[in-house]
T-cell receptor, first 111, second 115 residues
Framework: KNQVEQSPQSLIILEGKNCTLQ??????????LRWYKQDTGRGPVSLTI?????NTKSNGRYTATLDADTKQSSLHITASQLSDSASYIC??????????FGKGNQVVVIP | NAGVTQTPKFQVLKTGQSMTLQCAQD?????MSWYRQDPGMGLRLIHY???????DQGEVPNGYNVSRSTTEDFPLRLLSAAPSQTSVYFC??????????????FGPGTRLTVL
């Protein structure tokens, strides 16, 4: 069974601090890996998409990394802001238009 | 450019009732899909379409029907609602399928409760 595991399940960080979210996957054949941000009560919004040959991609204060050999990805949030409070979802595309979703990392930024 | 729109935002049904969740996009995207999101679980793919007239089943298709008569619209039909279908439903679209690196855009969701 294809799986995407995210850790930590939830974390609380102080405004202005950095944090890193982890994603491990066992899916194959791999197509790409996506990170989404989902605010409470809203649909997910794409942050980054990385293919097999890419090992880092940034979107503002968000930087994603991918190690396709170890099947691991991380999302680093720099200088967190209150608006970063959300669920961050790791999604792996595999096979023919198939997606495996992680359960998300719940981030709460406090002032 | 409205992006992906979904109606209604909220819906309460009784067991056995049928209804259609509407989804539309104005970005001329070929690929559209429906997901459900339940507490403690990741998003799960219900059905998807790679273009007008073409649909296929996802991970959890039972109890749902779809059709794609136009590029813009991709309605999801619940044939006979069951409490197990209580969930938040998201529609999404992209230029091509998810095997490519196109950005996938999600709608705001429909929160469905089946009593």
């Amino acid at each position: 069974k294809n799986q995407v595991e995210q850790s930590p399940q939830s974390l609380i960080i102080l405004e202005g601090k950095n944090c890193t979210l982890q994603c491990n996957y066992t899916v194959s054949p791999f197509s790409n890996l996506r990170w989404y941000k989902q605010d409470t009560g809203r649909g997910p919004v794409s942050l980054t998409i990385m293919t097999f040959s890419e090992n880092t991609k940034s979107n503002g204060r968000y930087t994603a990394t991918l190690d396709a050999d170890t099947k691991q990805s991380s999302l680093h949030i720099t200088a967190s802001q209150l608006s970063d409070s959300a669920s961050y979802i790791c999604v792996v595309s595999y096979g023919n238009n198939r997606l495996a979703f992680g359960k998300g990392n719940q981030v709460v930024v406090i002032p | 450019n409205a992006g992906v729109t979904q109606t209604p935002k909220f819906q309460v049904l009784k067991t056995g009732q049928s209804m259609t969740l509407q989804c539309a996009q104005d970005m001329n995207h070929e690929y559209m899909s429906w997901y459900r999101q339940d507490p403690g679980m990741g998003l799960r793919l219900i059905h998807y379409s790679v273009g007008a007239g073409i649909t296929d089943q996802g991970e959890v298709p039972n109890g749902y029907n779809v059709s794609r008569s136009t590029t813009e619209d991709f309605p999801l039909r619940l044939l006979s609602a069951a409490p197990s279908q209580t969930s938040v439903y998201f529609c999404a679209s992209s230029y091509s399928g998810t095997s490519g690196a196109d950005t996938q855009y999600f709608g705001p969701g429909t929160r469905l409760t089946v009593l």
